[in-house]
């Protein structure tokens, strides 16, 4: 019984198993599942494809900074094996963010980002309440407004020091974490 105890400790909701996250990293996935189940809303499984997409993505931001007075967090730098690209407050660039799964892992559909800047760092609890703040982060974390008919079907983390970024995709992604 101690052994199975210990093995679900390991496993997220869906069963899938965790490690490719960090401590934060899985402390900010099971709090937004948390905050949906508490709004009645169903969890989200773990992708470990969208997961890695976040970590690049967080390790660009923190290491590159592709962010300026037009390019806003869901850019990307031209110093990575990506396409880079400047996500501008229009939206005009968003298919740039949508195909990032696809481009970065083989991930089967879009992915939708959410991010988070600190200049003192980045963590679980501070991103949260950040994006709770915030109509348009807030609303696709509990799919709400525009999101309010999309039943998300895979979730990846990324922390690196004072950014942190979720994905969100409609296709479930059945490669696990190791």
Partial sequence: MKTIFVLLLLLNWSGTPVSCLTDEELKLYRLINEYRRLKGLPAIALSAKLSRVAALHARDLAENNPVNDLCNLHSWSDKGNWTPCCYTNDHQAAACMWNKPRELTGYTGDGFEIAYFHSGGATANAALESWKKSEGHHN??????????ISWKAMGVGINQRYAVVWFG???????CD
Wanted: proline share 0%.
């Fill in 170 to 176: 409609f296709e479930a992604d059945s490669e696990h």
């Fill in 140 to 149: 696709v974390i509990i799919n709400r407004g525009i999101w309010q008919r």
